[in-house]
């Protein structure tokens, strides 16, 4: 990971925080899911793969939904949140926040001496860097849940698609096995 900067700063802390393994967990199962509609696709008279495709883009609904909705619960409480976060890093990261947002402290927390916040009555002046600092994570990670739930709504589109090519390949399979009863052959 580069080294941080303002510009940097805050995406890095965010996401250092984020469900990380949660989502290399759920791109793998994407990733698999797509592996098994494989041979759904190449053997057309056969929907045990199909089957299974449909199941594994359950899972991936599921999984991706349990995701988006952990980081849309976790902007509930945004400041909370942040407020663990500013503490828990060091002077350096601190001062970044508050170069970048020209604020000095969390709020009601002592701020750090920098170019920003050269002095108490300086620090005064100046917002305390709540406010800049959970605007910027709400708007970033509203940006992510909502493509979370985007995921959702077209894996279910994609689910709803493989059970119409199920039902379909059912009533082809049902109709093949009137005409071998009467014993005519398919056209």
């Given at each position: 990971?580069?080294?941080?900067?303002?510009?940097?700063?805050?995406?890095?802390?965010?996401?250092?925080?984020?469900?990380?393994?949660?989502?290399?967990?759920?791109?793998?199962?994407?990733?698999?899911?797509?592996?098994?509609?494989?041979?759904?696709?190449?053997?057309?008279?056969?929907?045990?793969?199909?089957?299974?495709?449909?199941?594994?883009?359950?899972?991936?609904?599921?999984?991706?939904?349990?995701?988006?909705?952990?980081?849309?619960?976790?902007?509930?409480?945004?400041?909370?949140?942040?407020?663990?976060?500013?503490?828990?890093?060091?002077?350096?990261?601190q001062r970044l926040l508050q170069e970048r947002w020209k604020c000095c402290?969390?709020?009601?927390?002592?701020?750090?001496?920098?170019?920003?916040?050269?002095?108490?009555?300086?620090?005064?002046?100046?917002?305390?860097?709540?406010?800049?600092?959970?605007?910027?994570?709400?708007?970033?990670?509203?940006l992510v849940f909502t493509v979370m739930f985007g995921m959702v709504a077209?894996?279910?589109?994609?689910?709803?698609?493989?059970?119409?090519?199920?039902?379909?390949?059912?009533?082809?399979?049902?109709?093949?096995?009137?005409?071998?009863?009467?014993?005519?052959?398919?056209?």
């Amino acid at each position: 990971m580069a080294a941080p900067t303002t510009d940097n700063v805050a995406p890095n802390l965010l996401l250092a925080h984020a469900p990380l393994n949660s989502a290399l967990f759920d791109a793998g199962l994407v990733f698999l899911t797509f592996i098994a509609s494989i041979p759904g696709l190449i053997f057309t008279t056969k929907r045990a793969w199909l089957k299974v495709h449909c199941w594994m883009v359950l899972g991936c609904i599921i999984v991706t939904l349990v995701i988006g909705l952990q980081i849309w619960y976790s902007t509930l409480k945004t400041r909370a949140n942040l407020a663990v976060m500013w503490d828990a890093e060091g002077p350096q990261m601190q001062r970044l926040l508050q170069e970048r947002w020209k604020c000095c402290g969390y709020m009601n927390t002592p701020f750090h001496t920098d170019s920003t916040c050269p002095s108490p009555l300086a620090a005064s002046a100046k917002p305390d860097c709540v406010g800049p600092f959970s605007d910027f994570a709400n708007n970033f990670l509203d940006l992510v849940f909502t493509v979370m739930f985007g995921m959702v709504a077209l894996d279910a589109i994609l689910l709803l698609c493989g059970l119409v090519v199920l039902k379909k390949r059912e009533e082809e399979e049902r109709y093949r096995h009137i005409d071998e009863k009467s014993k005519y052959t398919r056209i």
